[in-house]
């Protein structure tokens, strides 16, 4: 039998399968969200018609702003995971991983901030 | 340095099939998010005057970048969302890991079926 530490248990593992699980989860919203999202506003709508008007007309309906608001926070979250394991993968040193995973954490609040902020106060003129 | 490293050892080893599905994967994973962390700035613009937004969305119209959103980026999602599936069957039925191969050949064909048509009909739009 290992001997006990009186240092609390690290939970890094627990973190880790939770981000797996959160990939995986987020992967099968995804699927059908982004996919929907590109096949909708390049099929449907079309790239030539994206306008300020265009998407001001989209967030008339609340469920297009949650759509939006969700594909947001799924999308990106999903993202910024991957580029933390891949950050792992490339950036070794102590330092440049502190650094490269504050750059991250730091985008990731902007984004999501200035991403929820606009859709959901957003007010057509 | 460890990139560097890195895509040495990418093109010297030899991984066939799952090195080949699983550097798509990474690739098209990191484009999508440079993409998407540009995207959302540009949504963020409609907290402006109109003419903030259409200026940026004169891009958007562009021939050369519509053929970039067809042929990177909704080429890149359609690739990693249905690689993901298949690095989630293994996941969940590791017997299927004997198949990895075959698996990845369907998934090019779903790929395929997928996106010809849907890539054909948004390049019809364009004109």
Redesign the interface.
């Known amino acids: 039998m290992q001997a006990q530490s009186f240092a609390r248990p690290r939970r890094t593992g627990n973190l880790e399968r939770a981000a797996w699980l959160f990939t995986r989860i987020s992967a099968l919203v995804l699927l059908v969200m982004a996919v929907f999202h590109l096949l909708y506003m390049h099929i449907v709508m079309g790239q030539d018609a994206i306008s300020f008007q265009l998407i001001a007309w989209r967030w008339q309906f609340p469920g297009w702003r949650l759509f939006d608001l969700v594909l947001l926070v799924f999308g990106w979250l999903h993202g910024a995971n991957g580029m933390r394991i891949v950050l792992d993968d490339y950036v070794h040193s102590p330092v440049g991983k502190t650094v490269a995973r504050t750059l991250l954490g730091v985008l990731t609040a902007t984004l999501i901030v200035l991403g929820a902020f606009v859709v959901l106060t957003f007010k057509a003129p | 340095m460890?990139?560097v490293t890195?895509f040495f050892r990418a093109v010297t080893y030899r991984g066939r099939e799952g090195q080949i599905a699983w550097m798509l994967h990474?690739v098209t994973?990191?484009g999508?998010?440079v993409f998407?962390?540009l995207h959302?700035?540009n949504?963020?613009l409609?907290?402006f005057?109109?003419?903030v937004?259409?200026s940026v969305?004169a891009l958007?119209?562009n021939v050369l970048f519509?053929l970039a959103?067809?042929f990177g980026?909704?080429l890149g999602?359609?690739y990693h969302?249905l690689n993901?599936?298949r690095v989630?069957i293994v996941?969940f039925w590791p017997g299927a890991g004997k198949y990895q191969v075959p698996l990845w050949r369907v998934q090019l064909v779903i790929f395929v079926l997928a996106f010809v048509p849907?890539a054909a009909?948004?390049l019809a739009?364009?004109f």
Do not use: C, W
């Open positions: 460890a990139a890195s990474r994973g990191v999508v998010f998407l962390a959302i700035l949504i963020f409609m907290a005057p109109s003419n937004f259409n969305a958007y119209h519509e959103t067809i980026l909704y999602v359609l969302a993901g599936i989630m996941d849907s009909v948004m739009r364009m």
